[in-house]
């Protein structure tokens, strides 16, 4: 299977559509969340699990531990709690994404002499993707938060009842109660978290095509592998970086509205007392397990859309 050099004109120039990288790059997400959103809920329990008190075990000793234990109290079906929302926001995110990317690339003029971006022009059209796409994924990520935390709660036992049922009744009380504010909770720390994690994603990604793309077919076809390999490292080397930040993020969210009155930096001066600068990492092996396969997926996608929208258009 070849998927072809999406932004490359028949002169070697880069010729920058936002409007397809906008389609593109929903379709992409979409891939993106069929592969990763089962190691995603794994994470979001594994950050948001309360710490246990003295002589009491955690709920989860790690990440295998927490697979065995949700699939075996809830199901395998489990994995996908909050999927829903996900599905609804992924297209508007991840095409915001690569939308927010290619404005990024088209605001500016390449700098390299064969007339492609250098890597830190990669860098900036990158971070205005972590800009563009917080419209959508703020609230998307919200919800699916509080989803995947009130799954955790219910197994330990510290609610007796589900209090949503499902995305959309979620998103509903959200609004009901607070307004859109609600709904944008923690739109701060997703745009600090946003900013070099996106960057580091495209750069990642165009600066490993360039490398990998050989002589022979720099203005044909890239291989799907290279795709994959591509995308799948993309998506480690920005998880690396947007880790912390994503703690701090999914602790925000998935508390109740009235915690943590002044945001993201409450969350950060309290997880740093109780638990140290090692609990900003708490999740990493879940959403590095989940990193490679997923953003492979969403690149392939992403490139094989733009490939029928180029023959189409």
């Given at each position: 299977?070849?998927?072809?050099?999406?932004?490359?004109?028949e002169?070697?120039k880069?010729k920058?559509d936002p409007?397809?990288?906008?389609?593109a790059?929903g379709?992409?997400?979409a891939c993106?969340v069929?592969i990763?959103?089962?190691?995603d809920?794994?994470?979001?329990r594994?950050q948001?699990m309360p710490?246990p008190k003295k002589?009491?075990?955690?709920?989860?000793?790690?990440v295998?531990?927490?697979?065995?234990?949700?699939?075996?109290?809830?199901?395998f079906?489990?994995l996908?709690?909050g999927?829903?929302?996900m599905f609804?926001?992924?297209?508007?995110?991840?095409?915001l994404?690569?939308?927010?990317?290619?404005?990024?690339?088209?605001?500016?003029?390449?700098?390299r002499?064969?007339?492609?971006?250098?890597?830190?022009q990669?860098?900036?059209?990158g971070s205005?993707?972590?800009?563009?796409?917080?419209i959508a994924?703020?609230?998307?990520?919200?919800v699916k938060?509080?989803?995947?935390?009130q799954?955790a709660?219910?197994l330990?036992?510290?609610?007796?009842?589900t209090?949503?049922?499902g995305s959309?009744?979620?998103?509903?009380?959200?609004?009901?109660k607070?307004?859109i504010?609600?709904l944008y909770?923690?739109?701060?720390?997703?745009?600090i978290?946003g900013i070099?994690?996106?960057g580091?994603?495209?750069?990642?990604?165009d600066g490993?095509m360039?490398?990998?793309?050989?002589?022979?077919n720099?203005k044909?076809?890239?291989s799907a592998?290279?795709?994959?390999?591509?995308?799948?490292?993309?998506?480690?080397f920005s998880w690396?970086?947007?880790?912390?930040?994503?703690?701090?993020k999914s602790?925000?969210?998935s508390a109740?509205s009235d915690?943590?009155?002044n945001?993201?930096?409450?969350v950060?001066r309290?997880?740093i007392?109780?638990?140290g600068?090692g609990?900003l990492?708490k999740?990493?092996?879940?959403?590095l397990?989940?990193?490679f396969?997923a953003?492979?997926a969403?690149?392939?996608g992403y490139?094989?859309?733009?490939?029928?929208?180029n023959y189409?258009?």
């Amino acid at each position: 299977m070849k998927t072809k050099s999406t932004e490359q004109s028949e002169s070697g120039k880069k010729k920058i559509d936002p409007i397809k990288n906008f389609f593109a790059g929903g379709a992409g997400g979409a891939c993106l969340v069929i592969i990763g959103h089962p190691p995603d809920t794994i994470k979001v329990r594994l950050q948001t699990m309360p710490r246990p008190k003295k002589g009491e075990k955690p709920i989860y000793t790690g990440v295998f531990d927490c697979v065995k234990k949700s699939v075996k109290n809830e199901g395998f079906l489990s994995l996908y709690r909050g999927v829903g929302s996900m599905f609804v926001g992924v297209t508007p995110t991840s095409a915001l994404s690569f939308f927010g990317n290619s404005i990024g690339k088209k605001i500016q003029t390449p700098s390299r002499d064969d007339e492609d971006y250098s890597l830190p022009q990669l860098f900036f059209a990158g971070s205005v993707a972590g800009i563009t796409n917080t419209i959508a994924l703020t609230p998307v990520e919200r919800v699916k938060c509080l989803l995947q935390a009130q799954e955790a709660a219910k197994l330990n036992k510290n609610v007796s009842s589900t209090e949503y049922n499902g995305s959309f009744d979620c998103a509903r009380r959200l609004y009901k109660k607070g307004g859109i504010q609600n709904l944008y909770r923690g739109a701060g720390i997703t745009i600090i978290r946003g900013i070099p994690q996106w960057g580091v994603y495209f750069c990642t990604y165009d600066g490993l095509m360039r490398v990998l793309r050989s002589e022979k077919n720099s203005k044909e076809n890239i291989s799907a592998w290279r795709t994959i390999l591509a995308g799948g490292t993309a998506g480690l080397f920005s998880w690396l970086i947007g880790m912390p930040a994503d703690v701090v993020k999914s602790r925000l969210q998935s508390a109740p509205s009235d915690k943590y009155p002044n945001g993201a930096r409450d969350v950060f001066r309290e997880l740093i007392k109780k638990e140290g600068f090692g609990a900003l990492y708490k999740g990493t092996a879940a959403i590095l397990i989940r990193a490679f396969p997923a953003n492979a997926a969403c690149f392939l996608g992403y490139e094989v859309a733009m490939k029928g929208l180029n023959y189409l258009y």
